[in-house]
């Protein structure tokens, strides 16, 4: 386990009063990572300061830069009860649940998947009953979670039906959570996330690796295909708002969501022309069709838009046009995308 010493404020563990401990599982991916830059330049969830932060994943993962507060990196499997105790110290008041096996890889790997996706997130549960506090927990649900393809427009009361292991997984992680939360063992939100797009880094094995690359390849000047027709519309949002959810779930009131602790956010739905539209000047040209029917068998089943009157009741931030969030990625991650393909 790796410590990194607070640069600024001194932080010692308790003394703060209405200081937080709060822990990433999933630390070191695209979101987590985000998540925890983003904790290192507030200081503070909901007003309270972060007393200390855990970042769990696979392998430590790197503490963010600047944190004013100690960060725990800690390497280990979220299905592993040991390393989940390491994960969620005693006084943990809020756990960001992230890690997870992609939809692809998942689809691919049943075992890991049920492993990783289910047993992990029963591992949360059983550490959170051993905590004297129930922590809050927000947890990275999907969309892949529900079915219904390219012509459903899905209300809050929708049925999650899945079409792949992946959604079936984050759907019975939802049903654990929800239940744990009427047991007053945590206090879950699950947050039913759209594509974030644009996903730096390189493709991965995400089903839906092709919406990021659409925008991300031709801006790095790469060549890249999409495996499905420029009709094709996917709900989706910006890694911005992404951790604007996150936060927001980790400090709302939850009473109002009584025994329903899924939220659909809202995202856009975006096709794939107009992704193409969004490209600046001859990047276009970089892009072409190369038709998938795997792919295109697991993505069609995902449903491209969503009312999310819920989520907007409670508080949850509308994801912008395209242009802002092209804009976001150029200012967030084009030149660290551009770094590390080039190493
Ligand atoms: N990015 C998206 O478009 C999107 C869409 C819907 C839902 N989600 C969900 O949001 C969460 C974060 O997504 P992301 O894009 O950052 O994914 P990511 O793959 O970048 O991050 C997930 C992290 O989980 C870690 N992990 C995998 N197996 C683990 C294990 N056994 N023990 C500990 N850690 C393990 C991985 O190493 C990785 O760092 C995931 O739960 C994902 O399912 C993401």
Same mark, same amino acid.
């Given at each position: 386990m790796a410590w990194k010493a607070g640069a600024a404020g001194g932080m010692v563990a308790g003394v703060r009063e209405g200081a937080m401990k709060v822990t990433i599982?999933?630390g070191g991916?695209?979101l987590g990572r985000k998540l925890a830059a983003r904790l290192a330049a507030d200081g503070a969830l909901g007003g309270k300061p972060v007393e200390e932060l855990t970042l769990f994943?696979?392998?430590p993962p790197a503490a963010p830069e600047g944190a004013g507060f100690p960060v725990r990196c800690v ?12 994960a969620?110290p %005693?006084k943990t008041s809020v756990v960001f ?9 998942? %689809? ?12 992990? +997130?029963?591992?949360?549960? $059983?550490?959170? &009953?051993? /905590? #004297?506090?129930?922590p809050r927990?927000?947890? +990275? ?22 079409? !792949? ?10 049903? @654990? ?6 047991? =007053? ?30 925008? &991300?390849?031709?801006? /790095? ?8 027709? $420029? %009709?094709?519309?996917? *709900?989706?949002?910006?890694?911005r708002?992404?951790v604007e *959810?996150f936060v927001?779930?980790a400090t709302?009131?939850?009473?109002? /969501?009584? /025994?329903?602790? =899924?939220? !659909?956010? #809202? ?6 022309? $107009?992704?193409?539209?969004? @490209? #600046?000047? !001859? ?18 089943? *995902? ?15 509308? +994801? ?10 150029? %200012?967030d ?11």
């Amino acid at each position: 386990m790796a410590w990194k010493a607070g640069a600024a404020g001194g932080m010692v563990a308790g003394v703060r009063e209405g200081a937080m401990k709060v822990t990433i599982l999933g630390g070191g991916g695209f979101l987590g990572r985000k998540l925890a830059a983003r904790l290192a330049a507030d200081g503070a969830l909901g007003g309270k300061p972060v007393e200390e932060l855990t970042l769990f994943d696979l392998s430590p993962p790197a503490a963010p830069e600047g944190a004013g507060f100690p960060v725990r990196c800690v390497g280990g499997d979220v299905s592993d009860a040991s390393a989940m105790s390491e994960a969620v110290p %005693e006084k943990t008041s809020v756990v960001f649940h992230l890690a997870a096996v992609v939809s692809a890889a998942a %689809e691919a790997d049943f075992d890991l998947g049920m492993r990783v996706n289910l047993d992990g +997130t029963r591992a949360l549960v $059983e550490r959170c &009953r051993a /905590l #004297p506090a129930a922590p809050r927990v927000v947890f +990275t649900s999907s969309v892949a979670s529900f079915s219904g393809g390219q012509e459903a427009v899905l209300a809050d009361d929708a049925r999650q039906v899945p079409a !792949n292991s992946y959604g079936a997984q984050k759907a019975m992680g939802e049903m @654990l959570l929800a239940d744990a939360t009427r047991k =007053g063992f945590l206090d879950a939100v699950c947050i039913r996330l759209p594509t974030v797009i644009v996903r730096p880094g390189r493709p991965n094995k995400a089903a839906s690796s092709f919406v990021s690359a659409i925008l &991300r390849e031709p801006l /790095l000047g790469l060549e890249t295909t999409y495996p499905v027709g $420029e %009709e094709f519309g996917v *709900w989706v949002c910006s890694p911005r708002v992404a951790v604007e *959810w996150f936060v927001h779930a980790a400090t709302m009131e939850t009473a109002a /969501l009584g /025994l329903d602790r =899924g939220v !659909n956010p #809202p995202g856009r739905r975006v096709t794939v022309a $107009e992704m193409l539209a969004a @490209l #600046p000047g !001859n990047a276009r040209g970089l892009v072409r069709p190369q038709p998938d029917p795997a792919i295109e068998a697991i993505v069609s089943g *995902w449903p491209a838009a969503f009312t999310a009157e819920r989520a907007r009741r409670l508080g949850f931030s509308e +994801t912008p046009g395209l242009d802002v969030i092209l804009r976001g990625f150029v %200012e967030d991650d084009l030149e660290a995308t551009r770094a590390e393909r080039a190493a």
